[in-house]
């Protein structure tokens, strides 16, 4: 962390906007906030900065298949960010764009003085080019001629560009990250990069390209017929931000941050391309950077290419927003790779949250209405181990967020939440309040219980502000108070509100997982279950179903090659289907297909699918589009194909 100790300034990547948020945007984003809210409720001043990349081939090509202008493609894809991050309660203090002016003009000016300083140059530059990635790659990078990342075609390219001077800061930086052990974490990371760093010749980074390949970017300063390069333009959104989008006097004043979080996949570019940049502008580097691990699905990466992303949306509407917000940072130590299941995520909520700090407050709040009428009573003698357990949360929370540990902070709270739970049942204030001669220890037996639970939602605030807020004030607890940590804080006195279980088991949550589920099924799908009965009379009572061309003008059918087909497991009749749409790159289609065709049959095939249906998911995977099929009287079924070859992604018209 920086030496800045009244303030602390954080950052999550800037997302890239042609991108769908998925649990991995969720995820780094959660993090910041729960470390946002944390330093918060320490009384830190915080500057909490979030985005989105906005420049680059990519957008500007998809601009382009979209009819739009890489702005206005732009400005419709930032709201899925923008949209998630009220859904998942994020508490960012500002929002940044790189087609925000302040950023432009801050990229600029720093572009300039490094070629003020002799430090960007000029350069003829040959290599194999891959444009989903934006990226060069040497004839030995590439795998079987193709991109080494992606698996696409590549072009060679020749041309003029300008490179900044990496190479010259390789053992500055080495010597850096030996000098400071946090600077990149975990060590694991660390480890990684220094290795990167002692065993190859760092080279020099190209920061832009010719404007007649790419002109959605911001202009060189020193020559106008270039952009910037994304990387470039892209990492110093973490200084620009702070200058023009929060309330400073002098200068920036928040700069450098205390920690950067990012994913483990832009390690390279954050240690050592933005460390050197840093360097090369004689500014002070920040104070961590923290690359986190990937989350998978039964060990398998999550790719939208075979289906098996988790949509955050999807998630928190079924299982609740703190619920998730709660098993992320329960479930696994920050940094490293974890595997998602629903399965996983149940047993989180149903146990600990519904069970053991579920009850406890339920128990605590039902008790004290009925042995004190709602008011919390006056403690008769103190409870110094419970106390000490609650007040030394303060200091071994604190640790645990200084490394970012999250699981840790969780580990240590959930021990106040066990030890509560265990004094309730030994005390058994049920029978306490069957004599008078014990009123006075049930008095104390509750208070401590109450008190318990209101440094409990203070400890929890952060990674569940929505829940815990609502405790605190059902506690009698108003915004100003409750905050104070250590014991004692809880009046008595204190009347309670009416109390609502805070986490209700998964098993209510069932029903409305059907109607949920019900509600995404397509008209086919829904009239393919009906009886025979059933279809004869809707059949009879809508006997020609005719539509109008306006209603048939919003149905989009395009062509699209099979990549890859294979079974759905648990299903006879599902086969999943990976789809290339061209431009659009590939998609996968669920289709009823299994028991007419086989896998192997399908490969390689052109076929035609509804391309703008919403997203459905069957058997747990998400199907983005319908194949179309036909169906003899004989109820053989047949996949549509083209007569003649077509490139994919061509329109039906």
């Not at 899925?80 to 859904?87: I, M």
């Not at 500014?283 to 923290?290: A, H, R, V």
């Not at 047949?638 to 329109?651: F, M, R, Y």
Request: proline fraction near 6%; hydrophobic fraction near 35%.
């Amino acid at each position: 962390m920086s030496a800045q100790k009244s303030r602390f300034y954080v950052t999550t990547p800037i997302y890239y906007v042609n991108d769908i948020p998925h649990i991995g945007h969720a995820y780094t984003t959660i993090a910041a906030d729960i470390l946002a809210r944390y330093y918060r409720g320490r009384g830190r001043d915080v500057f909490f900065l979030t985005g989105t990349d906005e420049h680059g081939q990519k957008v500007q090509k998809a601009a382009g298949a979209r009819g739009l202008s890489p702005e206005e493609h732009a400005g419709s894809m930032v709201k899925n960010f923008q949209n998630l991050w009220k859904t998942l309660n994020i508490s960012n203090d500002a929002f940044i764009r790189t087609t925000d002016p302040g950023h432009k003009k801050v990229v600029r000016e720093l572009l300039q003085k490094l070629w003020d300083r002799g430090l960007i140059e000029k350069r003829s530059y040959e290599g194999w080019y891959c444009t989903p990635d934006e990226r060069f790659w040497t004839e030995k990078d590439l795998k079987d001629g193709k991109c080494p990342d992606c698996g696409r075609d590549v072009e060679k390219i020749e041309e003029q560009n300008f490179f900044f001077l990496m190479s010259r800061y390789q053992e500055r930086l080495i010597e850096h990250i030996g000098k400071n052990p946090s600077y990149i974490q975990p060590e694991t990371r660390k480890n990684e990069v220094l290795g990167f760093l002692k065993n190859q010749t760092l080279g020099d980074l190209c920061i832009s390209r010719p404007k007649k390949r790419l002109s959605w970017g911001i202009p060189l300063p020193f020559d106008e017929d270039f952009v910037t390069y994304v990387w470039f333009d892209a990492l110093v959104n973490y200084y620009s931000g702070p200058l023009y989008l929060a309330d400073q006097s002098n200068g920036n004043e928040w700069w450098p941050a205390d920690a950067h979080l990012i994913g483990k996949d832009i390690l390279t570019t954050h240690a050592v391309y933005w460390s050197t940049m840093l360097m090369a502008l004689e500014l002070p580097l920040p104070g961590t950077i923290f690359a986190h691990g990937w989350w998978t699905i039964e060990g398998k990466k999550m790719s939208k290419s075979i289906g098996n992303v988790v949509d955050p949306e999807d998630i928190c509407r079924r299982f609740g927003v703190d619920q998730f917000r709660y098993f992320l940072f329960r479930e696994i130590p920050f940094g490293n790779d974890g595997d998602f299941s629903e399965d996983a995520l149940i047993t989180r909520i149903n146990t600990e949250l519904a069970n053991d700090l579920g009850n406890l407050s339920t128990r605590t709040f039902t008790m004290i209405n009925k042995y004190f009428d709602g008011v919390v009573p006056e403690p008769q003698e103190a409870e110094e181990e419970m106390r000490s357990l609650a007040e030394g949360l303060v200091s071994r929370t604190e640790e645990a967020f200084a490394a970012l540990d999250f699981q840790r902070a969780l580990e240590e709270i959930w021990k106040l939440v066990s030890y509560t739970n265990k004094y309730i049942e030994s005390n058994a204030p049920w029978a306490l309040a069957k004599s008078p001669e014990t009123k006075g220890r049930l008095a104390t037996v509750l208070y401590s219980a109450a008190e318990a639970l209101r440094v409990l939602a203070l400890h929890l605030s952060p990674f569940m502000p929505e829940t815990m807020e609502k405790l605190l004030a059902e506690m009698g607890l108003p915004e100003t108070g409750g905050k104070n940590p250590l014991w004692g804080g809880l009046p008595p006195g204190t009347r309670l509100g009416t109390f609502e279980a805070l986490f209700p088991r998964i098993e209510k949550l069932k029903n409305i997982e059907k109607e949920e589920i019900k509600s995404k099924e397509t008209p086919k799908m829904q009239e393919e279950q009906k009886k025979p009965e059933e279809k004869e009379k809707s059949e009879a009572e809508h006997p020609e179903n005719l539509i109008d061309i306006s209603e048939f003008a919003k149905v989009e059918l395009k062509t699209g090659k099979v990549l890859k087909a294979g079974p759905v497991k648990g299903s006879n009749k599902l086969l999943r289907l990976e789809i290339d749409l061209s431009e659009e790159g590939p998609r996968q289609v669920v289709a009823g297909i299994g028991k007419q065709y086989k896998p192997e049959e399908l490969e390689g095939k052109t076929v035609i699918i509804v391309a703008n249906l919403k997203p459905a998911k069957l058997m747990g995977l998400e199907s983005r589009g319908m194949l179309l099929a036909a169906t003899d009287s004989e109820g053989a079924l047949s996949v549509l194909t083209t007569e003649k070859s077509i490139l994919p992604g061509a329109k039906i018209k």
